[in-house]
């Protein structure tokens, strides 16, 4: 089951970037970059059906049956054993200070953190961030493409569908281990499910946000871009940039609007025989 769809799933709380980006900024047109949205609804609406009925009852179960403590723990240990994607791709950037960084706190937290299920590094001022070969793409110049949610996986696009293999097979600590050990009956997938359920039991606090949206395939879709954008430009994205994503081309936040902002997307959905899910 691939990770990707929970590891986009689990961070709705970003939409809300949304609103203070387009507070200062004049009343947006609806958005229409979306070409593939007609098909996205429905793959959309089939990943939302998978969880409903297979994972997210998994996740329910598994906050039920584990303290905050030993879920805490668990998180910490898939956090860590994941850093050697980020240090790969910190060195595919040019980045060799984030690089060195990095993989201090990777060893820090595998020797006297205990394999990674504690994280004395945050104590010793190591910080953290995560970077993945999307975001190298994107800081070598490759444009995002269009916005796709893929069967089984979520959100994202023609750019950043490439960490799916690229992270996945050559830099994914897990990946490579299950491919060099002999292993039987898929005893192999036990760590990535057991990833797959940790992420999804740390959405549970934040469905809320998802549920008040008025289109949550809107409001995932805006999310994830702009969470990406701020994953780009290390959580300052240049205010050209961010007027480009939002399709404005100038003027002051004095007439900002956001309910008219709404109602004018509302109208161009119904136009286009597009329905909130």
């Known amino acids: 089951m691939p990770r990707r769809f929970l590891t986009r799933f689990v961070r709705?709380?970003?939409?809300?970037i949304a609103v203070g980006l387009l507070a200062a900024c004049q009343i947006a047109p609806p958005r229409t970059d979306d070409p593939n949205?007609?098909?996205n609804r429905k793959v959309y609406a089939f990943n939302d059906k998978l969880d409903k009925a297979a994972i997210r009852p998994v996740a329910v179960a598994y906050r039920k049956v584990t303290s905050p403590g030993v879920r805490t723990a668990v998180s910490d240990f898939y956090t860590n054993i994941r850093l050697p994607i980020t240090v790969a791709n910190d060195l595919l950037q040019a980045r060799p200070k984030d690089a060195v960084v990095t993989t201090g706190r990777f060893i820090v937290n595998l020797t006297i953190g205990f394999l990674g299920f504690k994280d004395p590094a945050?104590?010793?001022?190591?910080?953290i961030h995560e970077?993945?070969?999307?975001?190298?793409?994107?800081?070598?110049?490759?444009?995002?493409?269009?916005y796709l949610v893929l069967p089984f996986v979520g959100p994202t696009t023609v750019r950043d569908v490439w960490r799916l293999p690229v992270d996945g097979y050559f830099f994914d600590p897990l990946s490579i281990y299950a491919r060099n050990?002999?292993?039987?009956?898929?005893?192999?997938?036990?760590?990535?499910?057991?990833?797959?359920?940790?992420?999804?039991?740390?959405?549970?606090?934040?469905?809320?946000?998802?549920?008040?949206a008025y289109d949550p395939y809107v409001f995932m879709r805006d999310a994830y871009r702009q969470q990406r954008?701020?994953?780009?430009?290390?959580?300052?994205?240049?205010?050209?940039?961010?007027?480009?994503?939002?399709?404005?081309?100038?003027?002051?936040?004095?007439?900002?609007n956001p309910e008219e902002l709404l109602d004018e997307q509302h109208k161009w959905e119904k136009q286009n025989g597009q329905k909130p899910l």
Do not use: C
């Not at 945050?122 to 910080?127: A, E, H, T, Y």
């Open 122 to 127: 945050s104590l010793l001022g190591m910080p």
């Open 229 to 256: 954008l701020y994953q780009i430009y290390d959580g300052n994205p240049p205010a050209d940039v961010i007027e480009r994503m939002q399709g404005i081309s100038g003027g002051s936040g004095a007439d900002f």
């Open 37 to 39: 949205e007609h098909l």
């Open 12 to 16: 709705p709380a970003v939409g809300l």
């Open 131 to 146: 970077n993945d070969f999307g975001i190298t793409l994107a800081r070598w110049g490759v444009p995002e493409g269009d």
């Open 181 to 212: 050990h002999d292993f039987k009956d898929g005893q192999y997938y036990l760590p990535q499910v057991l990833y797959l359920v940790t992420l999804r039991a740390r959405a549970i606090d934040a469905e809320s946000f998802l549920a008040s």
